[in-house]
């Protein structure tokens, strides 16, 4: 991505975990945009439960936090390849704008209900194209309908 993009593009690296949010508040306020690799439960502090693919299923949630905390929209893309070589089509969910009015639990709450929206986005596209799903990590875990969402 460097290579090819780098002109337009920079990127942030945080060694200290301790400081991720000083380096994205320090970033955002010298104006630069945001984009976070976002997927795996591995990296991410908030996690929630979400229906996916007939289960409910622990999800990254971070980035929501983050876009309630900085008071920015979030927004989901994926890249589904076209139909002739060399194309791709880029897939962008509708925009969350958090309402730095509404407060961090309203915000949360309408996050919750953007993200379950985007998942059934993706699910609709892999029931059209389901070759799309290659995956080299275990599926999201399932959560049984007992458990309760982990803590915030």
Known sequence: MSEQF???VSFLWVNDPANFLFELK???QAGHSLALKCDRLDFSVRTEVFEFLGERRLF???????AAMFERPAVFCLGVPG???DTLHVWASPVFNP?????RNANLAAARVHFQGVLRQVEAILHRRPMLWFNFVPLNPVVPPTA???AP
Do not use: C, E, V
Not at 99 to 103: L, N, V
């Open 83 to 85: 139909p002739q070589p």
């Open 6 to 8: 780098g002109s337009k």
């Open 99 to 103: 309402d730095p009015a509404a407060g």
């Open 26 to 28: 320090d970033a955002l």
């Open 60 to 66: 990254p949630f971070t980035i929501y936090y983050l």
């Open 148 to 150: 309760p969402n982990p």
